[in-house]
């Protein structure tokens, strides 16, 4: 089992940052990719950004050139900095792990960005 908590999220007027984090626990031995996802009212879950065990990112067109994913290996951590922030960035955040042919994800952290 992996578990995954977010943390970071608030409140933020447009252009601000903020900077998330996803702590990891568990049997987190073999996790082969972490992303983040995000959830708008009335909308699908979407990706955000990924990274996978070797350091390779992918980021969704609205992410990029703003959005930077990252990780601390020692602690188990994952982040994702968020900058320029925008008010349709506002969304409930998700961290998620893959392993074993399995997606963890965590609980979510809500990003609210006022114009």
């Known amino acids: 089992q992996v578990q995954l908590v977010e943390s970071g999220g608030g409140w933020v007027q447009a252009g601000g940052s903020l900077r998330l984090s996803c702590a990891t626990s568990?049997?987190?031995?073999?996790?082969?990719?972490m992303g983040w996802y995000r959830q708008a009212p009335g909308k699908q879950r979407e990706l955000v950004a990924t990274i996978t065990s070797g350091g390779r990112t992918i980021y969704a067109d609205s992410a990029k050139g703003r959005f930077t994913i990252s990780r601390d290996n020692a602690k188990g951590t994952v982040y994702l900095q968020m900058n320029s922030l925008k008010p349709e960035d506002t969304a409930v955040y998700f961290c998620?792990?893959?392993?074993?042919?399995?997606?963890?994800w965590g609980q979510g952290t809500q990003v609210t960005v006022s114009s």
């Open positions: 568990g049997s987190v031995f073999s996790i082969n990719v």
């Open positions: 998620n792990a893959f392993k074993s042919a399995t997606l963890y």
